[in-house]
């Protein structure tokens, strides 16, 4: 999984300009107070507990549960009562009739079982929201995680470039001494200072990099972009993905949760509409002074909703089925994808942890020795300054390759959590693991 921010894409003067402007400014802007004083590093549990408490996303979530949740009580009540007066207007000021007036109660009552299905419609939408808070807070953490998995790596990739900056320039001391002795052309500190330019731009990738990873954080944080953080910790301490209660993922899924109370909802919503095929009642009581037969000043009746348009009505149920069918089929494809979310989360780990052994235990001390070999060779002239380029080149890639392996596993543990509907969290060095993980990752440097 190569990471975009290593791809060398941007001009170097552009990029220089860049990061001269960041340098004249500072990045915490005036009144932003540090949320970690004195914090030497940034702990991936204090970031992602300062997201699910500042992020405006799980409050917007908590509303929309508030909202649904307060819509309950109201569907399963009836239509509040009308009540109207009439008068009549001439009869105020006639001597000739008496005061006219006429009071009417109206109430309507829908068929029975209504009130309970749009009690049950309301119910199954609130717990929907109920379940869209935990999954807004689930996909905030697993979004700080992951950025902070790329935090971590940027910061040792920019570690790692200036340690080989630093190689780099030794070469060239060294190359410098041979050419003044004779024992060297002067091609040789020529590349060297061609090399150390190539990952001065490097660095100047990185550090932009670093800036817009800052940026995503700081909007996750609901800060300013420009807000400063502490740097991430020298080493990123995290176990392998575990394998088991994998076929149980999707039970726990909030997603998943959320979509079966819609699913609820949906199955209400068609048996209601089902219902309208039924006719409404309504009771109604009037008292008419302007009767002059006292016994037929006061009238009770009743009066129903005559369900004749019945084509309206079949479409309708139609549509709620319709919609109750695309809903467990969406239900359904979310199954599917959790399970292969799963699966490829333990897949990523397994070969990032294969890398993590393999650059460990092989590439990198190659590497090494190839470098003080080529080194060697070239102070005593068996070797030319390209050779010992070549492998200065090889060694950087195998250390950030290492790296990124390192985060890789990093990220298939948030990717599983994830998938398993868990929040991200400090890995538990207790809990037994799976064969699976254990093959992938191995003694962890």
Known sequence: MKRAFLRLVLPAIALVGVAARAEQHPTRPPGEADLWPGAPSLERSALIAAVLDRNPSVEAARQAWIAAA????????????????????????????????????????????????????????????????????????????????????????????????????????????????????????????????????????????????????????????????????????????????????????????????????????????????????????????MWDMEPHRWMVGAGLRLPVRRQRLHAAIAEADARLAAAESELAALSDSVAAEVEEALATAEEAGHVVRLYRNRVLPAARDQVAAARAGFETGDGSMLDLIDAERSLLAAELSHEEAVADVATARTALDRALGRMPAAPDTTSPRASRADSAVGDQP
Do not use: C
């Open 70 to 289: 307060a819509a309950v009580p109201q569907a399963g009540r009836l239509d509040d009562p009308m009540v109207s007066y009439s008068i009549a207007p001439l009869s105020i000021a006639s001597s000739e009739a008496d005061f006219g007036a006429v009071a009417t109660f109206t109430q309507s009552l829908p068929y029975r079982g209504t009130l309970r299905l749009r009690r049950e419609v309301a119910e199954a939408t609130a717990a929907a929201a109920a379940e869209r808070i935990d999954e807004a807070r689930q996909r905030l953490a697993a979004m700080a995680s992951f950025l902070f998995d790329d935090y971590w790596l940027v910061e040792r990739a920019l570690s790692i470039t200036q340690e080989h900056i630093e190689l780099v320039e030794s070469f060239q001391r060294v190359a410098a001494s041979r050419y003044a002795t004779g024992m060297a052309s002067l091609q040789a500190p020529i590349q060297a200072e061609v090399e150390a330019a190539h990952l001065l731009h490097r660095q100047v990738v990185l550090r932009t990099e670093r800036r817009r990873l800052v940026a995503r954080l700081n909007a996750l944080l609901h800060r300013p972009a420009g807000a400063s953080l502490p740097p991430p910790p020298e080493r990123l301490d995290v176990d392998p993905p575990a394998a088991e209660g994998d076929e149980g993922a999707a039970p726990s899924r909030p997603e998943v949760a959320a979509g079966r109370a819609e699913v609820d909802a949906l199955r209400a919503r068609v048996a209601l509409e089902r219902l309208r095929l039924k006719p409404d009642f309504e009771v109604m009581a009037s008292y008419n002074s």
